[in-house]
């Protein structure tokens, strides 16, 4: 059973466009929702994280909105430049517990 | 910056033969994890250690995986007898504090290249 669902499995942007990455969860006890980024090659890194008690959050160009009640969350990148070209992957935790990961997003952006 | 550093980078090994991946978290982290990742595909979890026991593990870390920490620094991950299906990306990652807490932030090594032939 796949506890995150991500969406879409690829996304090609134009500089300067806006990037969405989507993510939707089942376990309701999930109160931890980061988005790391990987280069290839690299591991992954921590880009943003949003806990549930707002359905907001903005860091520079990267803002996760979460809506509890869908059970959703998602990563919009602002003003994409080819840097932010990487996988993108969302996840999920439950206070002290595992992370479990979606299956990533493939980010082009084309200058 | 402290990082999570792993070793070796790439291993090929026949299948059949055993694997140590090694693992250095960071210096004042309390609870460690392998990740997997085969190419081009999603990252899982494989197991969690905490306290010098593991605390968590998924249905993939069976019998043939082990993990210790066998001094103050290293956290190694074995595989007793490798199989094809073992060939990934196994990243070692730590944290200060757990799941969703204030310092639950995973940080992932660069990884380590299993081959299995």
């Known amino acids: 059973q796949q506890q995150v669902k991500q969406s879409p499995q690829s996304l090609i942007v134009q500089k300067g466009g806006i990037s969405i990455i989507n993510c939707a969860y089942e376990?309701?006890?999930?109160?931890?929702f980061p988005w790391y980024q990987q280069f290839p090659g690299k591991g992954p890194a921590l880009l943003i994280a949003i806990r549930p008690d707002v359905s907001e959050k903005k860091e520079g160009r990267f803002t996760i909105s979460f809506n509890k009640s869908a059970k959703q969350f998602s990563l919009h990148i602002m003003d994409s430049q080819p840097g932010d070209s990487a996988t993108y992957f969302c996840a999920a935790s439950a206070t002290g517990n595992q992370f479990y990961f979606g299956t990533g997003t493939s980010l082009t952006v084309i200058p | 910056e402290p990082e999570v550093t792993q070793t070796p980078s790439h291993q090929v090994t026949q299948m059949g033969q055993e694997v140590i991946l090694r693992c250095v978290p960071i210096s004042n982290h309390l609870y460690f994890y392998w990740y997997r990742q085969i190419l081009g595909q999603k990252v899982e979890f494989l197991v969690s250690?905490?306290?010098?026991?593991?605390?968590?593990k998924s249905e993939i870390f069976d019998d043939q995986f082990s993990v210790e920490r066998p001094d103050g620094s290293n956290f190694t991950l074995k595989i007793r007898s490798t199989k094809l299906e073992d060939s990934a990306m196994y990243f070692c990652?730590?944290?200060?504090?757990?799941?969703?807490?204030?310092?639950?932030?995973?940080?992932f090594g660069e990884g380590s290249r299993l081959t299995v032939l």
């Open positions: 376990n309701t006890a999930f109160d931890y």
């Open positions: 990652a730590s944290s200060a504090g757990v799941g969703g807490q204030g310092t639950g932030e995973l940080f």
């Open positions: 250690f905490y306290n010098n026991e593991i605390s968590e």
